[in-house]
């Protein structure tokens, strides 16, 4: 044959560019499921059940099409378990003259395939993920020379660059940013709609049943899963997204509620980052929302800035920065992960719900993440690789390109400021402020000191105190700054001893899950 095209698992999109030029009289795809990449962490079983049903469902479109393929299943004999291994068996059985693959999520990945040409003694092309707005050749382009980054001027840059949410040269509604209007918590008896589940088809339970019987001890709950596996399925939750809920993401993008974990989130990610949705699409599916007058700019811009920014910025900073990314560890962060990330036994009712919604759902927001399990780890330590490992396991969307840079830089500040321009430490009144847990706590929000003092707030003053140094040059951190200062001296003794206190209780709780990063 000509050419052999590997699809990875993460790139199940028709448009992908290794399969650009394909000709199915003299090419021939190869899909692997493989023991390496559903073992290098040990995923939440919904990842793991999504990614192979898709991996399955989309060969079947393939085949449909009439582009041959060879399918290799997890279970299947002789399956080697690595990418290089499948393609060792393919070369040997095809002779194919040249590989393609599209370029991988992964810089681990990415260094395997460098040696490909070599150990497969024929060219192995390489070729650009064209999913993303920015190649990594254009975010370096736009990273150099500046000495600290700023999502918002990307971001900027990218609008003006693709025109989504632009009149010319000015941005729709005269502003590039609405945040101000997006920050409300939920008012009382706002009503929340239900959220839409794809009844799993013969092919996913098939792939339920193997998840449980090969990976039993990993986390998370598999009865609920209800992830669309096909395109057609997550086009569906694309359309469903933009009529039910888009008119009210802003408002309620940064609120929290118990019981319920969606919101009026998209719960895209999922299939943005394994292929079945492409950003493009997505943003422009709001975008006409927003035109046609079925949901305000507030919210349409509020999620444009999460794609066309965020995505984008975060997946531009891992490039630029890999693979020494995640070796820096500012703040001196030490402590082991404490067991509650794993068994949400804890009786802080923010922390325990956050946990609870990721086992069931393989999901939690954006806002549970950064101000809830991100800032408690920020707030009392812990390290990095921990937290980062913790990360990657337990999401359905965790793929280390987008995970890593949101969990080192943004969540915990390891880089020093390098991706966000200061650290996202806030006290319990913020999660009060916007969510209903408090009300349900062992802890009171408002106590800075005694038995009932939110944890959150102890160690943010605590936070603060330690990383004076470091932090307080930071004009951005002022205000708090300022607070702490502000505090009568026997208060702040108080409240600083109190948090002490509380990570001697941690520590002596000891930790026996930390899973560290392959
Ligand atoms: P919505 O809130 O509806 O947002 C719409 C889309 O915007 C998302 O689908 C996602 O594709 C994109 N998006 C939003 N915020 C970000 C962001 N900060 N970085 C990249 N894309 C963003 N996202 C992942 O896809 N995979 C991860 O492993 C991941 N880990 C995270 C870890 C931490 C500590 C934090 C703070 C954020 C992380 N995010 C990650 C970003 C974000 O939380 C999720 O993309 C989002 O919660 C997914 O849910 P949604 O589709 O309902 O998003
Ligand atoms: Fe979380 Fe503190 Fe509120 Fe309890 S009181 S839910 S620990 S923020």
Request: hydrophobic fraction near 40%.
């Amino acid at each position: 044959i000509r050419n052999l095209v590997l699809l990875l698992g993460d790139q199940l999109t028709r448009g992908i560019s290794a399969l650009q030029g394909f000709d199915p009289e003299r090419d021939r795809i190869l899909m692997a499921e493989l023991a390496e990449e559903t073992s290098y962490v040990p995923h939440h079983v919904q990842k793991i059940v999504l990614v192979l049903s898709a991996m399955r469902h989309f060969a079947e479109e393939l085949r449909n099409e009439g582009l041959p393929l060879d399918y290799v299943a997890l279970e299947d004999d002789g399956n080697s378990g690595s990418f290089t291994g499948e393609l060792a068996r393919a070369v040997k059985r095809l002779d194919p003259e040249r590989i393609i693959v599209t370029e991988p999520g992964e810089w681990r990945l990415r260094e395997v395939m460098e040696g490909w040409t070599e150990r497969f003694a024929r060219p192995v092309e390489i070729r650009p993920d064209t999913r993303f707005f920015a190649s990594r050749e254009r975010f370096a382009s736009w990273a150099k020379g500046r000495r600290s980054f700023r999502m918002e001027h990307f971001y900027r840059e990218m609008r003006r660059e693709t025109g989504i949410l632009m009149e010319g040269e000015t941005p729709s509604g005269g502003r590039w940013n609405f945040d101000a209007e997006n920050r409300k918590a939920l008012p009382k008896g706002e009503r929340v709609p239900r959220r839409h589940r794809v009844e799993p088809d013969a092919v996913t339970r098939a792939v339920i049943d193997m998840v449980r019987r090969r990976f039993p001890d990993n986390f998370g709950d598999l009865d609920g899963f209800g992830w669309a596996v096909t395109r057609k399925d997550a086009l569906d939750a694309l359309d469903r997204f933009v009529a039910e809920l888009l008119p009210r993401f802003g408002d309620y993008q940064d609120a929290m509620k118990r019981g319920a974990p969606f919101l009026f989130h998209a719960v895209l990610s999922p299939y943005l980052n394994i292929g079945l949705l492409t950003a493009g699409e997505v943003c422009t599916a709001a975008e006409t929302a927003w035109r046609d007058g079925r949901a305000p700019l507030n919210a349409v811009e509020g999620f444009v800035r999460q794609i066309l920014g965020w995505r984008e910025y975060v997946r531009g900073v891992y490039w630029l920065r890999m693979p020494d990314y995640p070796e820096s560890n500012v703040l001196g962060a030490d402590r082991p992960l404490p067991d509650f990330y794993w068994t949400g036994e804890t009786d802080m009712a923010c922390m325990a719900e956050a946990v609870a919604a990721t086992r069931r759902h393989a999901y939690a927001h954006h806002i549970q993440r950064l101000m809830v399990t991100g800032n408690f780890a920020l707030l009392a330590g812990i390290r990095p690789a921990e937290v980062e490992a913790w990360y990657l396991v337990v999401y359905a969307d965790a793929f280390e390109w987008v995970e890593l840079p949101n969990v080192h830089g943004m969540a915990l500040f390891a880089d020093g400021g390098l991706l966000a321009s200061k650290p996202y430490a806030a006290s319990g009144a913020y999660i009060d402020r916007m969510s209903d847990y408090c009300a349900g706590c062992a802890y009171d929000p408002r106590a800075k000191t005694g038995a009932k003092a939110c944890p959150f707030n102890v160690l943010y003053w605590r936070f603060l105190s330690v990383n004076r140094d470091r932090l307080a040059g930071n004009p951005r951190m002022a205000m708090p700054y300022r607070t702490l200062d502000a505090m009568e001296a026997g208060q702040r003794a108080e409240v600083l001893r109190a948090a002490e206190a509380w990570l001697e209780k941690l520590d002596a709780a000891g930790s026996t899950y930390a899973a560290p990063r392959q």
